[in-house]
Every structure is written in C-alpha cells, then in structure tokens.
C-alpha cells in the first residue's frame, strides 16, 4: 500500500497578490484517521533499522504502535523522551536521507511517513508539564538557543543541571525562526517547543551576543563549571562577482532573517522592508535557496529564478522542496552558473549575467564537477539576486578565545563523539563544528554533548 500524501495548497492556481499575502503553512499534513491508517503501514521490524537511522534514537516502531492505537499523548511522550522538538522535526527533518531510507518496507513500495507521523503526535499528542527534576546547583551555559542548544539544554536540565542559554537575537529558535520560512514551519510551532524546553527548569536571556556581551572566559569566571557552544554558522558567503555590492543583493541569510524574524512581510505595520522586486534570481541548490526563491514568490515577485550550476539531481534540496517550489512556479535554471550582477547605472540591479554549464569528471563522492560551455553566456533580467550559498562560522566566539581550535574553514574543532573542544570545559556542537548541515543532525550531535558534559562534570566532583 502507498503512503499516504498530506493535502497541499496549491500557490500555482493563486495570484501574485493572494501569494504575498499568504505566508500561511502549505503542506497541512494528517488527520488523526489518516495518521491511524498511515501507521498501520509499518511492519514492526524486530529489528527496526529506522531507529539506527534517527540521529537522536527516537524509538520509532514504538511510538507508531501507539499512533496505531490511536494514542497521541503516548506518542508523543515516547518522542518525548528523546526529542524535544517533534513539532519541527516532523515538519523539516529529512527522514528520506535518515529513518525513511532505511526503513524495510521502502525496498519495494513507499517507507512508511515516519516524518510525518511525527508531525502529526505532535500536532494532536498532549502531555502534562514535565515535573522539574531537583537542581544539583551545577550551572551550564549554553550559547545559542537553535536547534541544538534547545536539546542540550533540556537533556542537561533533565540531569539536574543548571542551565542557562544565551542567545544573540531577540527570540528563540536560531534558523528555526529566522531562516526557515513561516509556510514551512510557523512560528507558533517554535515557540511551544521552546515553552517546553523552559518548563523544565532551563533559563534563556536573549540579546546576549557572546564575544561580546561575555566572552567564554567570563562565563567561567561567573560560575559556570561547563558551557556548550552552538552559535551555528550564519556568516553568509558570496562569488565574489561583479556586482555583488549593488542595492538589491542580499545573502539568503539576511533576506530570510528580515522577512521571517523582522517581518518584513507585513510593512509597513512593521518597519522593516525589503524592497519589492519584480524578477528575482536565487542562486543556489538547497534548502536555503527553495526556501529564498518561494519566500520572494510570496513577496509578490512575478517572477523567480533559482540559478544552479549542476542538474536536479544534484541538488542538495530535498527532493519535496524542489517539487514544492517547482510547483508554485519557481523556474528553474539547472546547469547555469553566474559571471557578473549588472548595475543600471544607478547602483541597483538590473539583471544577472551567466553561463551555461555541462557535468564533467565525478569525485569519489559521486558530485561532477560543472565546466562552462563556451560561448554560451546570456542575461537574465532580474531587479533583485538573493545569494544562497552557504554560510560560514562566525568568527567572533573563536577570535575572543584564542585557546580555542578552528579547522581552515574557520568552524571549531571538536571531537566527533563527546563534542569536546581543545579548551577545557567547552563543548560544541552543530553547525558551528560541522557548517551547514540539517536540524536533526546539530540535535544529534547535542545529545552525544549532553552525556560527555555529565560525565566530564562528575569527574570534577
């Protein structure tokens, strides 16, 4: 039997006035019947490879069982105890790359939606406010309140331990409320997730930029015995091209950090604006970038370009976001690669020059490398380019602790297993270790942390 498909909002059949307006979520995933049904799919396997695949160790078969059964809170409980975040997971992890693969039944038919059906405990599961475990008066700081400084602190307040989050901006989330866009994730997902993480005891101060506000020196100095950084990797990249220094270029960072966490869609009732462009060009394969071209889609843009230098099948993007993006009308331009932004003589964009591309020799990892054709350059004629990628560490933690270890790209290094930093008492995890990579796997890296910071800090008993 096929999984199910959750119903979608088609943006297509809409007008570009009714896109700019709707911010609202498009994919709006099971009833509680078609979670039910969805969840009878599953064979559970004696030995579920499903698990193996889940970087946090969601015991899957187990909370599907109670799906089954119609038993949302016990579904949700069981998620629970291992993640803190099932209202984003279910909506953004890629369970096809993870849990999904390797799932028995997707061999010959569809895996079962274990996203999905993740989605849906938490959007119909309840459970009670956690009993606040008695603290041991040992304080952890954690700096950054993203994916993976939410669950080292919720599993460290679990231990007993007092935990406090410093977070640069003014709420709390990092990429989930400044970079994933509002019809992917709702804010109001993020903010119940985050009310859960504080009923367990952890503190959060926003408007703490560390390395500024504090350095990692002065956190010690204040009385705390460990501190986990998670600061991410928000220090956006460019081509360095003609023209990347006109009016109307933004980094994916910034122009999805204004519209999402700044609200530039609804000026002028909030005074952050993002100049509206009539043709758009987003350059890039990723999350980021289909998340960049469907946010200025809904900006009232007639039309967006995604700009990529290999083909579909290369792209990093999950495959659903690309169909998604694909229809609501993105164009895209596989095989194409910028040269130059051009200027119209006053500064702003007028449109982008670019290349066409053919795949060459593949690399160990199976990614070819693209070689311009000759003579094959044209222009796009765009008012706005929206550079999607990648983003670098921020080098301000590692530039004010010089007893700190970075890598030649500039992440910190750590060990691969506990977390462990080259100084002493400072773990780090997710995309600040390891640059961009998906929420799942920065949660995965936090909840190996949370276990070597217990151990580490027992040891100085």
């Keep these: 039997m096929p999984a199910i498909n959750p119903k979608q909002v088609s943006m297509s059949k809409q007008q570009p006035a009714e896109r700019a307006r709707n911010f609202k979520e498009v994919a709006l995933g099971y009833t509680k019947e078609e979670a039910i049904l969805e969840a009878k799919r599953c064979l559970g396997c004696k030995k579920p490879f499903c698990v193996e695949g889940c970087p946090v160790s969601v015991d899957i078969p187990q909370f599907i069982a109670?799906?089954?059964?119609?038993?949302?809170?016990?579904?949700?409980?069981?998620?629970?105890?291992?993640?803190?975040?099932?209202?984003?997971?279910?909506?953004?992890?890629?369970?096809?790359?993870?849990?999904?693969?390797?799932?028995?039944?997707?061999?010959?038919?569809e895996p079962v939606s274990i996203g999905r059906l993740e989605r849906a405990v938490a959007d119909f599961g309840k459970i009670g406010i956690p009993v606040k475990r008695e603290t041991n008066g040992i304080k952890v700081a954690v700096v950054g309140?993203?994916?993976?400084?939410?669950?080292?602190?919720?599993?460290?307040?679990?231990?007993?331990?007092?935990?406090?989050?410093?977070?640069?901006?003014?709420?709390?989330?990092?990429?989930?409320?400044?970079?994933?866009?509002?019809?992917?994730?709702?804010?109001?997902?993020?903010?119940?997730?985050?009310?859960?993480?504080?009923?367990?005891?952890?503190?959060?101060?926003?408007?703490?930029?560390?390395?500024?506000t504090f350095t990692l020196d002065e956190l010690k100095k204040y009385g705390y015995r460990a501190i986990f950084v998670a600061s991410g990797a928000g220090f956006p990249k460019f081509m360095n091209i003609p023209g990347e220094n006109l009016n109307g270029v933004y980094s994916a960072n910034e122009f999805l950090t204004r519209v999402n966490l700044m609200k530039a869609y609804c000026f002028p009732e909030y005074d952050t604006p993002i100049k509206a462009a009539k043709k758009v060009a987003v350059v890039g394969g990723g999350n980021v970038a289909m998340d960049s071209a469907r946010t200025a889609l809904r900006l009232g843009a007639e039309k967006v370009y995604n700009v990529y230098r290999r083909s579909r099948k290369e792209?990093?993007?999950?495959?659903?976001?690309?169909?998604?993006?694909?229809?609501?009308?993105?164009?895209?331009?596989?095989?194409?690669?910028?040269?130059?932004?051009?200027?119209?003589?006053?500064?702003?964009?007028?449109?982008?020059?670019?290349?066409?591309?053919?795949?060459?020799?593949?690399?160990?990892?199976?990614?070819?490398?693209?070689?311009?054709?000759?003579?094959?350059?044209?222009?796009?004629?765009?008012?706005?380019?929206?550079?999607?990628?990648?983003?670098?560490?921020?080098?301000?933690?590692?530039?004010?602790?010089?007893?700190?270890?970075?890598?030649?790209?500039?992440?910190?290094?750590?060990d691969e297993n506990t977390g462990q930093t080259a100084k002493e008492g400072v773990f780090a995890g997710g995309d600040i270790v390891t640059g961009s990579a998906t929420v799942i796997s920065a949660m995965g890296a936090a909840r190996k942390s949370a276990q070597a910071i217990d151990q580490y800090l027992k040891k100085l008993k």
Excluded at 77 to 104: A, F, T
Excluded at 159 to 184: C, D, S, W
Excluded at 361 to 367: I, K, L, N, Q, T
């Design 315 to 414: 792209m990093p993007a999950r495959l659903e976001e690309v169909e998604n993006a694909i229809e609501e009308g993105i164009a895209m331009e596989f095989l194409v690669n910028p040269l130059r932004i051009m200027d119209d003589g006053n500064g702003w964009v007028k449109g982008l020059e670019c290349i066409r591309m053919e795949l060459g020799a593949c690399d160990e990892s199976g990614r070819c490398r693209p070689i311009p054709l000759k003579s094959s350059e044209f222009i796009l004629e765009v008012d706005q380019v929206i550079m999607a990628i990648g983003t670098s560490a921020n080098p301000l933690i590692s530039a004010t602790t010089p007893d700190l270890k970075t890598n030649k790209w500039g992440y910190l290094e750590a």
């Design 66 to 109: 109670s799906v089954m059964e119609g038993d949302f809170n016990g579904a949700l409980q069981i998620i629970k105890s291992k993640n803190s975040l099932p209202g984003v997971c279910g909506r953004v992890c890629p369970q096809e790359d993870q849990c999904e693969k390797v799932c028995i039944l997707g061999r010959k038919n």
């Design 145 to 212: 309140a993203g994916p993976a400084g939410l669950t080292i602190a919720g599993d460290l307040a679990g231990m007993g331990y007092q935990v406090t989050v410093f977070e640069a901006l003014h709420k709390p989330g990092g990429v989930l409320v400044y970079g994933i866009p509002e019809f992917r994730l709702p804010k109001i997902i993020v903010e119940q997730e985050v009310e859960y993480i504080k009923t367990l005891g952890v503190e959060l101060k926003l408007d703490q930029l560390i390395g500024r």
